[in-house]
């Protein structure tokens, strides 16, 4: 069956450091991943996607299939950046979206 | 892009009761889904809501616990019914229009006492 996990339920990092978000998925195929973001007080909305291979508030992902991983990474953490990080895996555009337990993200200034 | 209007934000409930939570999106969506979040994790989906057939459910939920309408393109009803404690949780709904990404609604955050 497909899993995304994502390991760490709390990652607690100083202002300015590098940020990397695990995320692992069990899928033999090629699966379509994202990551997703929620804020405080705010709805849970996209904040990248593999496919896009874009970086997106300084966010990157890259996928590995030889790792199965789509860590998410950030090289200076910025107090914005405090919120709660969903990894999910889509294996068909036409199947439902597979989401991870999520990380939060604690930028201490 | 989509943005959903659920409602009620929150609720707390007498157990044994029914809610009916509501999703209105301000396009026409061909699908739209219903997820659980239980307290520390992930969301489940509960089940995909097509205009005009019956929803199409996960496994390990029911249309008689989760009853779902969907009248037209723009708006679904999912209803938690004969609730329990273990019923608490947020409810989320959500659409993807073209397929690429999932736009959420702001959630149900249900307490069942």
């Known amino acids: 069956a497909q899993r995304v996990t994502q390991p760490e339920k709390l990652l607690s990092v100083f202002k300015g450091a590098p940020v990397e978000l695990k995320c692992n998925y069990s899928?033999?195929?090629?699966?379509?991943l994202f990551w997703y973001v929620q804020y405080s007080r705010q709805r849970l909305q996209l904040l990248l996607r593999?496919?896009s291979r874009e970086s997106i508030k300084g966010f990157t992902a890259d996928l590995n299939k030889g790792e199965t991983s789509f860590h998410l990474k950030k090289p200076f953490a910025q107090e914005e950046d405090s919120a709660m990080y969903y990894c999910?895996?889509?294996?068909?555009?036409?199947?439902?979206?597979?989401f991870g337990s999520g990380t939060r993200l604690s930028i201490r200034p | 892009s989509a943005v959903i209007s659920q409602k009620p934000s929150r609720d707390i409930c007498q157990r044994g009761t029914s809610l009916t939570i509501q999703c209105q999106v301000d396009?026409?969506?061909?699908?739209m889904f219903w997820y659980r979040q239980q307290p520390g994790q992930s969301l489940t989906l509960i089940a995909t809501?097509?205009?005009?057939?019956?929803?199409?459910?996960e496994s390990g939920f029911v249309i008689d616990k989760f009853p779902i309408s969907r009248p037209n393109l723009t708006f679904s009803t999912l209803t938690v019914s004969n609730m329990s404690p273990e019923d608490s949780s947020i409810y989320l709904c959500?659409?993807?229009?073209?397929?690429?990404?999932?736009?959420f609604g702001q959630g149900t955050r249900l307490t069942v006492v």
């Open positions: 959500s659409v993807e229009p073209g397929h690429t990404e999932a736009f």
């Open positions: 899928y033999s195929g090629s699966p379509e």
């Open positions: 593999h496919i």
């Open positions: 999910a895996l889509r294996y068909s555009s036409a199947s439902k979206i597979i």
């Open positions: 396009s026409q969506v061909t699908m």
């Open positions: 809501a097509n205009q005009g057939s019956e929803a199409t459910y």
